[in-house]
């Protein structure tokens, strides 16, 4: 056992901290008139009027789909949000430090810089799969993994990370951003064996409300209490809130166009191995490819760009490119532009 304790984990400030208590904390129901928060009494009711700053009826959905209570889950604006409350909560500026395991998402590292938090690296080995002694080696607060991974798109070993949650004294995070489009099954289900674990989650990719901001976090009800005590009273918005819902109520329709999204990555694929300049294009559990390149991948996405097609590259990791699926439209027009930039 990792011989984990939450109350070593977390900073003292945090532990004392008195939240805010918000108008709407005070009072959420029906009333002749609400005359507590200051707001203007002319709109829909929606825009004009505070969010729930407890998002009750959105984490009491997510609960009883992911089978945790809802005093487990924890709303943010986006789930950008929720990782860097996850920093705040656990690291103390100039002192304390993550670990990260490189090439992954670039918002934990960039959380843990804003808070003067040290990030400390273990890249990933083997098909991007975790280096285990590596990382048990290493000693951190919090341990950041993606899986699936981004921009990799492969989904992480199932016995590495038991072995990791085993073993790792801090807290560690699983990011599931891309969990809906896989097979495979949630950490989420694993939470009653594991206090140093945190899911989170997005409404950005599957559900398609990456423009809404909305994301959310699965822990034990104390390191959710922590993270609700941090965050702005009012971090969703009414908008997204409803959004959420609604896209929840559309699951089957949300299935068939990740379905689409998919049988685009793999058409995509079958041409992208077959092109000159393609060195492997990488499994992928997402729904995007992470495709590595035998040249520097600037002339490609300029020719791409060119073309009004913009795809990711990285500036530390020149030879490779990560492609998002699209609609079958855009797949054919990406195929013209990568055929023509082959045939120069
Ligand atoms: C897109 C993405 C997120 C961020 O999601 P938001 O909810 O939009 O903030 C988090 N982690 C990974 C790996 C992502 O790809």
């Known amino acids: 056992m990792s011989g984990f304790r939450l109350e070593d984990v977390v900073r003292n400030n945090i532990k004392d901290l008195a939240p805010y208590v918000s108008a709407r904390h005070t009072f959420i129901g029906e009333a002749k008139a ?12 929606i825009v004009n009027r505070y969010p ?13 789909r992911e089978n945790v209570k ?71 607060k919090v341990l950041f993994l993606c899986s699936p991974n981004s921009p990799t798109g492969n989904l992480m070993d199932v016995s590495d990370i038991e072995q990791i949650l085993q073993e790792w004294p801090g807290v560690v995070v699983i990011d599931e951003a891309y969990i809906e489009f896989t ?43 922590f993270l609700a005590a941090v965050k702005p009273p009012y971090n969703v918005d009414n908008l997204a809130y409803n959004a959420a819902l609604e896209a929840l109520s559309q699951e089957d329709e949300k299935k068939r166009q990740a379905a689409i999204q998919l049988e685009q990555r793999d058409i995509l694929k079958n041409v992208l191995v077959s092109l000159s300049f393609v060195e492997k294009v990488h499994p992928s559990d997402s729904n995007f490819l992470f495709t590595s390149l035998r040249e ?38 990406l195929i013209a532009v990568l055929r023509s930039y082959t045939s120069k």
């Not at 729930?52 to 009883?64: G, H, M, N, Q, T």
């Not at 913009?310 to 439209?329: L, N, Q, V």
């Open 70 to 140: 809802p005093e487990q889950v924890v709303c943010g604006n986006g789930s950008d949000e929720i990782l860097d409350l996850i920093v705040r909560i656990f690291c103390e500026p100039g002192k304390d430090s993550i670990l990260i395991c490189p090439p992954t998402f670039g918002m934990y590292k960039v959380s843990a810089a804003i808070n003067d938090v040290e990030v400390k690296a273990v890249p990933l080995i083997n098909n991007f799969q975790l280096n285990i002694e590596g990382i048990v080696a290493e000693k951190a």
């Open 52 to 64: 729930d700053p407890l998002v009750s009826s959105l984490r009491e959905e997510i609960a009883k």
């Open 296 to 333: 520097d991948a600037t002339t490609l996405y300029e020719h791409c760009k060119a073309n009004g097609i913009i795809i990711r590259r990285y500036g530390k990791d020149p030879m490779s490119i990560r492609i998002s699926a699209g609609t079958p439209e855009e797949t054919e027009h």
């Open 34 to 45: 609400l005359l507590d928060a200051n707001e203007s009494p002319y709109g829909d009711g």
């Open 183 to 225: 097979e495979s099954e949630s950490w989420v289900s694993t939470l009653a064996m594991f206090p140093n674990l945190i899911v989170t989650r997005t409404f950005s990719k599957f559900w398609g409300l990456a423009g809404c901001r909305i994301g959310y976090g699965i822990a034990s009800a104390e390191i959710v209490s």
